[in-house]
């Protein structure tokens, strides 16, 4: 089994930065994407940022050019550098990702963290 544990979430004034990190764990033997989605009180849950196995990215509107999305392939972690947050920012953020096990090579099932607290305040 794979798991995905995140963390860096917290408390942040408006304008300020916060790193999210994702660490997947188990007999992984690849992680096609990784991804961050989040969820406000009463919304539906979003997808924030997209980055592919070779490095290929996409964001979504409302956070691009102050998101930046990452992995270390080696590592098996993806993970999320936020600047100039904003309150509108504020969620659970989740990671979710792709990913190829030894026993279930050539296929892959999806998976997700259990979700950090970003709170930002105005």
């Known amino acids: 089994q794979v798991q995905l544990v995140e963390s860096g979430g917290g408390l942040v004034q408006a304008g300020g930065s916060l790193r999210l990190s994702c660490a997947a764990s188990?007999?992984?033997?690849?992680?096609?994407?990784m991804s961050w989605y989040r969820q406000a009180p009463q919304k539906q849950r979003e997808l924030v940022a997209t980055?592919?196995?070779?490095?290929?990215?996409k964001y979504h509107g409302s956070v691009e050019g102050r998101f930046t999305i990452a992995r270390d392939n080696g590592k098996n972690t993806g993970y999320l550098q936020m600047n100039n947050l904003k309150p509108e920012d504020t969620a659970v953020y989740y990671c979710?990702?792709?990913?190829?096990?030894?026993?279930?090579?050539?296929?892959?099932?999806?998976?997700w963290g259990q979700g950090t607290q970003v709170t930002v305040s105005s």
């Open positions: 979710n990702a792709d990913v190829t096990t030894r026993s279930s090579w050539p296929a892959g099932d999806n998976y």
């Open positions: 980055i592919t196995e070779i490095g290929n990215t």
């Open positions: 188990g007999n992984i033997y690849s992680i096609r994407v």
